[in-house]
C-alpha cells in the first residue's frame, strides 16, 4: 500500500506538469495576449501525465520487489491461451449494458451526469488525446497498478485472494469517486469482475484488453451521440 500512494503522489505530479507544459506550448508564439489553456484541455493533459507516470512508476515498482518485474505485474500469456480475449469482453457488457438501459430508464439525468465530462473531453481540440487517455491510457495505467502490481502484492498477505479481490476492487472503485452511487455500483462490480478474470487467466492482458475495449467502446458512443436532456 505505501508503494502504491507513492506511485500515485509521484505519477500526480507529472501530471501537474503535463499540465503546465500544455498551456506553455498553447502560449508559445502568441503575439498578443497569451491564450489560455481550455479547462478542458488541462484536465486532458494532467490525465495524461498522471497516466504515464503510473505506468513507467508501477513497472519500474515492481523491479524492487520481485526480479521478474513482468511476473510480478502478471503480464504474461492467459492460461487458456489468446483466445480468452474472445470471451471475456461479453458478460461485462452483457451485464452494464443491462444496468444502463435500466438506468436510462429510470433515472436517465444519472447516466447523463455521469458521463458528461466525458462527453465533454471528446469534443473539439480535445477529441483525439481524450480518445487515447480514455481508451489506453486508463486501462493501461489503472490495470497494471490495481490488477498487476497491487494485487499479486496484497493476494500473498493474510488477505488472501477473495479479500484482496474486494480490497483491489473497492481502491480502484474509490478513484472513481466523482460517479454517482448507480456509477459507482457499475465500477465495483467491473472490478470483482477484473479481479475474476485475473484469477481465472492468470493475466492482467486480459483485463487491461477488456478495459481497454469497454473505454474505446463508450468513447466512440459518446462520440458519436448527442447525450438527452432528462426532463424536468
Same mark, same amino acid.
Given at each position: 500500500m505505501p508503494a502504491t500512494l507513492a506511485i500515485f503522489a509521484g505519477a500526480a505530479a507529472v501530471g501537474i506538469v503535463f499540465s503546465i507544459v500544455v498551456g506553455a506550448l498553447l502560449s508559445a508564439g502568441a503575439t498578443g495576449p497569451l491564450p489560455q489553456a481550455t479547462p478542458l484541455e488541462v484536465v486532458v493533459a494532467w490525465m495524461g501525465g498522471l497516466q504515464i507516470g503510473v505506468v513507467v512508476l508501477t513497472i519500474?515498482?515492481?523491479? !524492487?520487489?520481485?526480479?521478474n518485474r513482468w511476473e510480478t505485474l502478471a503480464l504474461r500469456r492467459?492460461?487458456?491461451?489468446?483466445?480468452v480475449l %474472445?470471451?471475456?469482453? &461479453?458478460?461485462? !457488457?452483457?451485464?452494464?449494458?443491462?444496468? /444502463?438501459?435500466?438506468?436510462?430508464?429510470?433515472?436517465?439525468?444519472?447516466?447523463?451526469?455521469?458521463?458528461k465530462v466525458f462527453k465533454d473531453m471528446l469534443a473539439g481540440n480535445?477529441?483525439?488525446?481524450?480518445?487515447?487517455?480514455?481508451?489506453?491510457?486508463?486501462?493501461?495505467?489503472?490495470? &497494471?497498478?490495481?490488477?498487476?502490481?497491487?494485487?499479486?502484492?496484497?493476494?500473498?498477505?493474510?488477505?488472501?485472494?477473495?479479500?484482496?479481490? &474486494?480490497l483491489t476492487a473497492a481502491l480502484w472503485t474509490a478513484l472513481h469517486y466523482g460517479y454517482s452511487l448507480f456509477g459507482l455500483i457499475e465500477v465495483l462490480a467491473i472490478g470483482l469482475?477484473?479481479?475474476?478474470?485475473?484469477?481465472?487467466?492468470?493475466?492482467?492482458?486480459? /483485463?487491461?484488453?477488456?478495459? %481497454?475495449v469497454y473505454n474505446t467502446v463508450v468513447a466512440l458512443v459518446l462520440y458519436s451521440v448527442t447525450l438527452p436532456v432528462p426532463a424536468g
Amino acid at each position: 500500500m505505501p508503494a502504491t500512494l507513492a506511485i500515485f503522489a509521484g505519477a500526480a505530479a507529472v501530471g501537474i506538469v503535463f499540465s503546465i507544459v500544455v498551456g506553455a506550448l498553447l502560449s508559445a508564439g502568441a503575439t498578443g495576449p497569451l491564450p489560455q489553456a481550455t479547462p478542458l484541455e488541462v484536465v486532458v493533459a494532467w490525465m495524461g501525465g498522471l497516466q504515464i507516470g503510473v505506468v513507467v512508476l508501477t513497472i519500474v515498482a515492481a523491479g !524492487f520487489f520481485a526480479s521478474n518485474r513482468w511476473e510480478t505485474l502478471a503480464l504474461r500469456r492467459p492460461q487458456q491461451g489468446w483466445g480468452v480475449l %474472445a470471451w471475456a469482453p &461479453l458478460p461485462m !457488457f452483457i451485464a452494464t449494458g443491462a444496468w /444502463t438501459a435500466f438506468l436510462m430508464w429510470w433515472r436517465p439525468e444519472v447516466v447523463v451526469d455521469d458521463l458528461k465530462v466525458f462527453k465533454d473531453m471528446l469534443a473539439g481540440n480535445t477529441a483525439l488525446v481524450a480518445l487515447v487517455v480514455i481508451g489506453i491510457g486508463a486501462p493501461l495505467s489503472e490495470e &497494471l497498478l490495481f490488477r498487476g502490481f497491487l494485487f499479486s502484492g496484497l493476494a500473498k498477505s493474510r488477505l488472501g485472494i477473495l479479500g484482496t479481490a &474486494l480490497l483491489t476492487a473497492a481502491l480502484w472503485t474509490a478513484l472513481h469517486y466523482g460517479y454517482s452511487l448507480f456509477g459507482l455500483i457499475e465500477v465495483l462490480a467491473i472490478g470483482l469482475y477484473f479481479s475474476w478474470l485475473l484469477v481465472r487467466t492468470g493475466s492482467a492482458w486480459v /483485463t487491461i484488453f477488456c478495459h %481497454a475495449v469497454y473505454n474505446t467502446v463508450v468513447a466512440l458512443v459518446l462520440y458519436s451521440v448527442t447525450l438527452p436532456v432528462p426532463a424536468g
